[in-house]
C-alpha cells in the first residue's frame, strides 16, 4: 500500500505471520530519473519476510529498465535484500497514474501489458508477477483474458483485486471472477479484496480455489489479522489482542518507524495511530490529539491513557 507498506511495517506484519510483502508503489519513471527517494521506497531490509517490489509505468522498456537498476542496486548492498519477484501494477486506480496509462490503465491495452510482463522476464533473473483489478469497467471485465496473456509471457503468479476501476473500493469485492481466473491459469493466483478477518479468508479460499490471500486495508492497526487467519485454517482457538497488546505493538511500530525516518515517524505515524486505537473505548476523545501529536512519548502517553479505560 502506497504510504503505508514501508519496511516498518511489513517488518510488524511478518512478526505476526505475513508470509510475504510487497512495497509500497515504485515509480518506474521517477527510477530512471535517478529520484533518491523513490530508490528509498524500493529498498527491502534484510531482517523482512520475502518482500516482493512493485514497480507501475507505462512504457515496459522504462519499467524493465527500472527493475533492472533497482535489482542491481539490491544486490551491490550487503545491507539490503533482493526482491522475490518483481510485481507489475495494473490495478491502480488513481487518476493521476490512470491519465498517464499506468496501473489499472494497463488493463485498457492488453496487448501492451502483455509486452510489459515479457520485457522484464527478458531483462531480468527474477520471477515476475502481477496485480490486476477485474477489469476497467463493468462492461470491460477481461481480467482473465490480460491474466492468461501475463501467463503466457512468463509471469509466476497474477494477484486479482475482485473490483474494476470504475469500483474503486465500493461495492463488495466480487470473488466469482477471480475463481474465474483461477480456473483458466497454471499458475498460482492470489485473491484481493475485503478480507478483513479468517471468515472472510475462509470465504476467499472456498469461493475462488485461490492459492495464496494478499491482505490490504485488514491490517491497517490490525498485523494480528494473518496469525488470525493461519489460526483458523489450522483448527486452532485464536483470542483477539487486547488494547494493551496492541498499544504495545504500536509502540513497537513507531520506534521501527523512528529508526527508518528519524523525527519525520512521528507525523507518518499518526494515521498508524489512528487505526491501531479505532474501536477502543476512550479513542474517539483523543482523536484530534492523536493526530497533532509531536513526539513519541506523547504516544505513548495517550496510549497509556487508553490502556486505563479498556
Ligand atoms: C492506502 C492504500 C494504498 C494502496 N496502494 C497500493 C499499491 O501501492 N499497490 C497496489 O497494488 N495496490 C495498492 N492498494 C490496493 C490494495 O493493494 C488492495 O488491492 C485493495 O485495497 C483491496 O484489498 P483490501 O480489501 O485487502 O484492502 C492500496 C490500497 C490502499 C487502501
Not at 485488514?218 to 498485523?223: C, E, R, T, V, Y
Not at 479505532?278 to 473505548?281: A, F, H, L, P, V
Given at each position: 500500500m502506497a504510504g503505508v507498506s514501508d519496511h516498518a511495517f511489513r517488518l510488524v506484519c511478518a512478526e505476526h505471520g505475513a508470509q510475504a510483502c510487497v512495497t509500497e508503489m515504485v515509480s518506474a519513471n521517477a527510477v530512471c530519473y535517478g529520484d533518491k527517494k523513490t530508490a528509498e521506497l524500493a529498498r527491502i531490509g534484510t531482517?523482512?519476510?520475502p518482500c516482493a517490489l512493485q514497480l507501475f509505468g507505462s512504457d515496459p522498456d522504462t519499467v524493465a529498465e527500472a527493475a533492472v537498476r533497482l535489482i542491481a542496486d539490491a544486490r551491490a548492498d550487503e545491507n539490503a535484500a533482493v526482491p522475490v519477484a518483481i510485481d507489475l501494477n495494473m490495478g491502480c486506480p488513481v487518476r493521476k497514474i490512470v491519465s498517464t496509462g499506468q496501473g489499472s490503465a494497463l488493463m485498457r491495452t492488453p496487448e501492451k501489458a502483455a509486452r510489459m510482463v515479457y520485457t522484464l522476464r527478458e531483462r531480468i533473473d527474477l520471477p515476475v508477477t502481477v496485480k490486476l483489478r477485474l477489469g476497467w469497467d463493468d462492461d470491460h471485465r477481461n481480467v482473465v483474458e490480460v491474466a492468461r496473456l501475463a501467463e503466457e509471457n512468463g509471469a509466476a503468479a497474477v494477484t486479482v483485486h475482485g473490483r474494476t476501476r470504475a469500483q474503486m473500493y465500493r461495492p463488495a469485492a466480487d470473488y466469482t471472477m477471480i475463481a474465474r481466473v483461477k480456473d483458466a491459469l497454471s499458475i498460482p493466483v492470489i485473491g484481493n479484496g475485503d478480507v478483513s478477518s479468517a471468515d472472510h479468508a475462509l470465504d476467499m479460499l472456498k469461493v475462488t480455489g485461490c492459492d495464496g490471500i494478499m491482505i490490504a486495508r485488514?491490517?491497517?492497526?490490525?498485523?494480528y489479522i494473518f496469525e488470525e487467519i493461519f489460526a483458523i485454517l489450522n483448527g486452532k482457538d485464536y483470542t483477539r489482542p487486547s488494547a494493551e497488546q496492541k498499544l504495545h505493538t504500536a509502540l513497537h511500530h513507531l520506534s521501527l518507524l523512528c529508526g527508518l525516518h528519524g523525527q519525520r515517524a512521528v507525523l507518518e505515524f499518526r494515521k498508524h495511530a489512528a487505526w491501531y486505537t479505532?474501536?477502543?473505548?476512550g479513542a474517539p476523545a483523543i482523536r484530534a490529539k492523536l493526530c497533532a501529536v509531536e513526539n513519541a512519548e506523547e504516544f505513548a502517553e495517550l496510549f497509556a491513557l487508553l490502556v486505563a479505560q479498556n
Open positions: 531482517d523482512e519476510a485488514g491490517a491497517l492497526g490490525n498485523p479505532k474501536g477502543m473505548r
